[in-house]
């Protein structure tokens, strides 16, 4: 189980970087419980995958479709859950530059993504950039 649940996760990851929409969507579970840290534009809870494509499309106007997956590694397999350190690049018409990175937690049921939870490397960071 552990290493099919390795390979979801990548496939996703991939899936992310390449802006592989219709795979991204189609490992998220419908119902996907997604956590977004901070106190900015995008923070918060969301319960479906709806409103995760939301939070994303948020994410590339506030950014100028310049938001970019640069690079990511699973980190650990627990059972049905995968550790992963993600590295994202931004750049704003401003100026205003998000390099971070984030320890994602994906949790897997019945073969697909069912909840995430996002921690970043640099909070203030992310709640500067994501504010418009």
């Keep these: 189980m552990s290493t099919d649940t390795a390979v979801l996760v990548n496939e996703f990851l991939n899936a992310v970087k390449t802006v592989d929409l219709a795979k991204v969507a189609d490992l998220l579970d419908a119902q996907v419980r997604w956590s977004?840290?901070?106190n900015n534009e995008?923070?918060?809870e969301q319960d479906s995958k709806e409103k995760v494509f939301e939070m994303v499309g948020k994410m590339f106007n506030?950014?100028?479709?310049?938001?970019?997956?640069?690079?990511?590694?699973t980190i650990s397999v627990n059972n049905d859950r995968v550790a992963a350190?993600?590295?994202?690049t931004a750049q704003k018409p401003s100026g205003a530059i998000l390099n971070v990175a984030n320890i994602d937690?994906?949790?897997?049921?019945?073969g697909k993504i069912s909840k995430v939870e996002v921690f970043s490397t640099d909070q203030q960071q992310e709640d500067d950039f994501w504010k418009s």
Excluded at 85 to 88: A, F, G, I, N, S
Aim: hydrophobic share 40%; net charge negative; aromatic share 10%.
């Design 42 to 44: 995008i923070s918060g």
């Design 62 to 73: 506030l950014s100028e479709n310049t938001l970019q997956l640069k690079g990511f590694s």
């Design 105 to 110: 937690i994906y949790t897997i049921a019945s």
């Design 85 to 88: 350190v993600l590295d994202w």
């Design 36 to 38: 977004q840290p901070g």
